[in-house]
């Protein structure tokens, strides 16, 4: 069965550059989550997406921003990159609605900030 | 809010024993899941087992069981006969049963086999 896809699955960066991330949901899926693990953390929740509309906000920096397009798919951008942005993003998708359905994670980009 | 904890940082057992992991959440809420995910050295979040808060019944999925105490707000995770691949950090996890809710995550417990 199709699974989440994130691309890039790694990336290095440097301070104060930007980076973007890209969730592909599993096909039928509508809605999109996006969680940051850093290291040796539990995942932290910063930003979801039903229908390409946000539908919930966490602790995301205003220096990051995202949205989902026609196709569902996702993308995170992270702006003026810092040494603490570096960690594993993970996007997870279900289906959405009134309903909770179960979330699907993808293998994380891991950004690298130097 | 709610919140997720795991007290246990670290454990260890020897291959095919039994081990359990503890977690304790609170909430306001009455409808919502709980979960184990299991998260090995490569990093993919798995899922291992999840329970509806409305169920009284205990989740099991083959060697993975839990114990849900609803009054209490504990969810521990036992693994039985447990083998190598079963080395790998474990987060629990919460969410309200409604719409698009977010995963909250406990801290994790990272659980090593031993042969």
């Known amino acids: 069965a199709a699974g989440v896809i994130q691309s890039p699955r790694h990336l290095i960066k440097e301070k104060r550059e930007t980076a973007t991330l890209k969730c592909y949901p599993i096909?039928?899926?509508?809605?999109v989550y996006w969680y940051q693990q850093g290291p040796g953390q539990d995942p932290q929740f910063l930003i979801s997406?039903?229908?390409?509309?946000?539908?919930d906000k966490g602790s995301i920096p205003d220096r990051f921003s995202a949205q989902q397009f026609s196709d569902y798919h996702s993308e995170l951008n992270m702006s003026s990159l810092e040494l603490g942005d570096s960690a594993l993003y993970f996007c997870?998708?279900?289906?959405?609605?009134?309903?909770?359905?179960?979330?699907?994670f993808g293998p994380g980009t891991r950004l690298t900030v130097t | 809010a709610q919140t997720v904890t795991q007290s246990q940082p670290e454990m260890s057992v020897q291959e095919a024993e039994t081990v359990t992991l503890s977690c304790t959440y609170d909430?306001?809420?009455?409808?919502?899941?709980l979960f184990w995910y299991k998260q090995p050295p490569s990093r993919q979040m798995i899922l291992v087992i999840r329970?509806?808060?409305?169920?009284?019944q205990n989740a099991t999925e083959n060697r993975f069981s839990v114990n849900f105490q609803k009054a209490a707000k504990s969810f521990s995770l036992k693994i039985s006969d447990s083998q190598l691949g079963d080395t790998a950090m474990y987060f629990c996890?919460?969410?309200?049963?409604?719409?698009?809710?977010?995963?909250?995550f406990g801290t994790g417990t990272r659980l090593t086999i031993i042969p």
């Open positions: 329970q509806e808060a409305y169920k009284q």
């Open positions: 909430t306001s809420e009455n409808n919502y899941y």
């Open positions: 996890a919460f969410r309200i049963n409604f719409g698009n809710e977010k995963l909250t």
């Open positions: 096909p039928r899926h509508d809605t």
């Open positions: 997870a998708s279900s289906l959405g609605g009134d309903y909770s359905y179960e979330q699907y």
């Open positions: 997406f039903y229908e390409k509309m946000q539908s």
